[in-house]
């Protein structure tokens, strides 16, 4: 298994701000995501954090928007840049281990006002 | 593509009675499929995995390749019960897990 911490938990931010996500993993991991997750509904993939390159991100993510940094295998960072309230969601960091079983941090919840 | 497909946003049952939360899949190959559990203000995390076959919980779900499903099951719902289930199917290569949209049981007393 993986435990995962990710922080902060919770922020209130001014649009036009950046807010910049961790996940740090207690193990070494392949494969890191970044999701975001309105409360109670689907998980939206952001981008596959790639340790050393740059990240894949899916349709409708650009970096400029969400820049991710993943400096090892067992950490990585998301920025929301420039933000504006359609922004405030539940983020959430995700790492698959040795098998296909997915892992989750606690999320991080983030308004924008 | 791959794809999961949970028809039922919300599902509501009272205490006791049975809970089926329906889970349909699509994949070229041979699925790992996943139940994961999202408790109100915790982490999501899961419930169980078809290879092994286990109840959770007293949740079971059988994989059925033929229809290309994996409804969840508990013959007895509890109230803690209550919580976003989501489906998934397993990561591939350096594919992200494939997740359902998430179905809501509300287990009423």
């Known amino acids: 298994s993986a435990v995962i911490s990710q922080k902060p938990s919770r922020d209130i931010c001014q649009r036009g701000t950046s807010l910049t996500i961790q996940c740090q993993v207690d193990?070494?991991?392949?494969?890191m995501f970044w999701y975001r997750q309105q409360p109670g509904q689907s998980l939206t993939l952001i981008a596959t954090a790639n340790q050393g390159s740059e990240a894949t991100y899916e349709s409708g993510f650009v970096i400029d928007k969400f820049p991710i940094s993943r400096p090892n295998l067992t950490f990585s960072t998301l920025t929301v840049s420039n933000m504006s309230p359609e922004d405030s969601s539940i983020y959430l960091c995700s790492v698959v281990g040795r098998g296909t079983e997915a892992f989750f941090g606690q999320g991080t919840r983030l308004t924008v006002v | 593509a791959q794809r999961v497909t949970q028809p039922e946003k919300l599902l509501s049952v009272f205490k006791g009675a049975p809970v089926e939360l329906k889970c349909n899949y699509s994949y070229s190959g041979s699925p790992e499929l996943f139940w994961y559990v999202q408790y109100s203000r915790q982490r999501l995390q899961l419930l169980l995995r078809?290879?092994s076959r286990e109840s959770i919980k007293g949740f079971t779900a059988d994989l059925n390749k033929g229809e290309t499903s994996f409804h969840l099951k508990k013959p007895f719902a509890q109230e803690e019960d209550s919580a976003m289930y989501y489906c998934a199917l397993g990561a591939t290569g350096r594919r992200a897990p494939t997740f359902g949209s998430g179905t809501r049981l509300q287990v009423q007393p």
């Open positions: 193990s070494q991991v392949t494969m």
């Open positions: 078809h290879i």
